[in-house]
């Protein structure tokens, strides 16, 4: 991956972060961008967003930056100047989830161990 790509990729995580956490829509709650992949032609973005909540709330939310996605885009051209602005694409982030059932299991097989 080239240097550029990486700088684009931790400046649209930044200033998306930024302009999620101002969105005024009441369907998005508390969500954190974790990660940014930008296509080697700059043409596309995959955001992936970490939301806490149930299953429903984390719909809803991703529900509301999909329909924010235009304002959002505008936003990350303001503050990042290339000659295309990438297509945002947002995809739900579950390695956190996938993390916290890990641990939940190992913590479950342990104390199977100890009886």
Do not use: N
Request: hydrophobic share 35%; with cysteine.
């Amino acid at each position: 991956m080239s240097a550029r790509i990486e700088r684009v990729e931790k400046l649209a995580q930044q200033v998306l972060g930024e302009a999620i956490d101002d969105l005024k829509d009441p369907r998005v709650g508390f969500c954190t961008v974790t990660r940014v992949r930008v296509s080697r032609d700059l043409q596309h973005a995959r955001v992936l967003v970490s939301v806490l909540g149930s299953f429903e709330e984390r719909e809803r939310s991703m529900q509301g930056l999909r329909s924010a996605t235009p304002h959002l885009r505008s936003v990350l051209g303001k503050e990042v100047r290339l000659k295309y602005l990438p297509e945002l694409i947002f995809e739900l982030d579950e390695g956190a989830d996938t993390a916290q059932r890990i641990e939940e299991l190992l913590r479950g097989l342990q104390r199977k161990g100890e009886t």
